[in-house]
């Protein structure tokens, strides 16, 4: 079992920056891919943002350019440094973890998931 425990979350106004972290605890892998989704009310989720255990990542077109995500493995956990947000980026936001390192931006490729956090902006 792998618990991951969102934070970070909050309210902003248009063109402002949030970090969203994640920790990770119980039995990790050495081979994984972390990931972050998006869940707006009345859509679909959506996966925004991934980085695999060789740190190679992956973003949603929409938020290239403007989110970055990292890991500290010395800490178990994972980040997503959101700048110049937009009204669109309104959402719950959810850490994700694969056992499958190629795949987990799908959601039915995802083994583990924590409970969200809010992230809301303002026109």
């Known amino acids: 079992q792998v618990q991951l425990v969102e934070s970070g979350g909050g309210s902003v106004q248009a063109g402002g920056s949030l970090r969203l972290s994640c920790a990770a605890s119980?039995?990790?892998?050495?081979?994984?891919?972390m990931s972050w989704f998006r869940q707006a009310p009345g859509k679909e989720r959506e996966g925004v943002a991934r980085?695999?255990?060789?740190?190679?990542?992956g973003y949603l077109d929409s938020v290239k350019g403007r989110f970055t995500i990292s890991q500290d493995n010395a800490k178990n956990t994972l980040y997503l440094q959101m700048n110049s947000l937009k009204p669109e980026d309104t959402a719950s936001y959810y850490c994700?973890?694969?056992?499958?390192?190629?795949?987990?931006?799908?959601?039915?490729?995802?083994?583990?998931w924590g409970r969200g956090t809010l992230v809301t902006i303002s026109s």
């Open positions: 119980g039995n990790t892998y050495s081979n994984y891919c």
């Open positions: 994700a973890y694969s056992k499958n390192k190629q795949v987990c931006l799908t959601p039915r490729f995802i083994n583990y």
């Open positions: 980085i695999d255990s060789d740190g190679n990542t």
